[in-house]
């Protein structure tokens, strides 16, 4: 399967279309934005580390009964999915206290939620991505409410999947962001599980692995992304 012409470049990947009108290939840039991409930069071989990375996670779903848009990865930078029609909204599921929500709420960063939030967001770089609810995404015609609660579901069984998984590898998983889209008329996870799209801390010593790395000018970024990716393979070939 080889890529055709590029449908869609975003921050951090390009989609190119295939001979199969119903499969796509994801191709991982090492492009890095931050703060609604007002933040630009390279981290070098991010693209590689999270294409490795969210096909052994995105695998490791589809195994625990998850259904997602993923079919092989191709190389190193790619990855064959299915084509999905975009639901226009983002669900972030949220483990500890970290970010905006910390900002908005008034949390200490690292505190520990009784359970999961699960936290809606319009799909929209132009717009910030902003945080919305039910009633916008009526509004807006954005989903329907049977749409909504499939993702929201989605949301919170990948998150209980992957809190499992890098709990096993000493690995928090403080929260997630999770996109979704219509193949076929059935609803699946799509986009990325990476550093990119998720906030990831050292069990033992809260050292962050993931992009804030960059977004803060903690340093070491590359090497946080390397070290997810070896841990994460590590898991996968025991």
Same mark, same amino acid.
């Given at each position: 399967?080889?890529? %055709? $012409?590029?449908?869609?470049?975003?921050?951090?990947?390009?989609?190119?279309?295939? $001979?199969?009108?119903? %499969?796509?290939?994801?191709?991982?840039?090492?492009?890095?934005?931050?703060?609604?991409?007002?933040?630009?930069g390279?981290?070098?071989?991010?693209?590689?580390?999270?294409?490795?990375?969210?096909?052994?996670?995105?695998?490791?779903? $589809?195994?625990n009964?998850?259904?997602?848009?993923?079919?092989?990865?191709?190389?190193?930078?790619?990855?064959?999915?299915k084509?999905?029609?975009?639901?226009?909204?983002?669900?972030?599921?949220?483990?500890?206290?970290?970010?905006?929500?910390?900002?908005?709420?008034g949390?200490?960063?690292?505190?520990e939620?009784?359970? &999961?939030?699960?936290?809606?967001?319009?799909?929209?770089?132009? %717009?910030?991505?902003?945080?919305?609810?039910?009633?916008?995404?009526?509004?807006?015609?954005?989903?329907? &409410?049977?749409?909504?609660?499939?993702?929201?579901?989605?949301?919170?069984?990948?998150?209980?999947l992957?809190?499992?998984?890098?709990?096993?590898?000493?690995?928090?998983?403080?929260?997630?962001?999770?996109?979704?889209g219509?193949?076929?008329?059935?609803? %699946?996870?799509?986009? $990325?599980?990476?550093?990119?799209?998720?906030?990831?801390?050292?069990?033992?010593?809260?050292?962050?692995l993931?992009?804030?790395?960059?977004?803060?000018?903690?340093?070491?970024?590359?090497?946080?992304?390397?070290?997810?990716?070896?841990?994460?393979?590590?898991?996968?070939?025991?």
């Amino acid at each position: 399967m080889r890529p %055709l $012409e590029a449908l869609y470049e975003g921050k951090a990947k390009i989609v190119y279309a295939t $001979e199969d009108h119903n %499969l796509v290939i994801q191709y991982f840039k090492d492009d890095a934005t931050a703060f609604n991409a007002l933040k630009k930069g390279t981290i070098n071989s991010k693209g590689i580390c999270n294409n490795k990375i969210s096909a052994v996670l995105f695998e490791y779903l $589809e195994k625990n009964g998850l259904a997602t848009h993923f079919v092989k990865q191709l190389d190193e930078r790619s990855m064959l999915v299915k084509k999905l029609d975009i639901i226009p909204i983002e669900m972030v599921a949220r483990n500890i206290a970290a970010g905006s929500i910390s900002k908005r709420l008034g949390l200490d960063e690292g505190v520990e939620l009784i359970f &999961p939030v699960i936290e809606t967001y319009l799909k929209s770089d132009e %717009l910030g991505d902003p945080l919305i609810n039910d009633d916008h995404i009526k509004v807006l015609n954005l989903a329907t &409410p049977e749409q909504v609660k499939i993702c929201h579901n989605l949301a919170l069984k990948a998150n209980e999947l992957l809190v499992k998984f890098f709990r096993g590898i000493g690995i928090d998983l403080v929260d997630i962001k999770f996109e979704f889209g219509e193949h076929n008329g059935t609803i %699946l996870l799509g986009d $990325e599980i990476s550093p990119d799209t998720s906030r990831l801390w050292k069990s033992d010593t809260k050292e962050k692995l993931d992009k804030d790395r960059f977004r803060r000018d903690l340093g070491k970024v590359e090497e946080a992304y390397q070290e997810v990716l070896e841990k994460v393979t590590a898991a996968n070939a025991g």
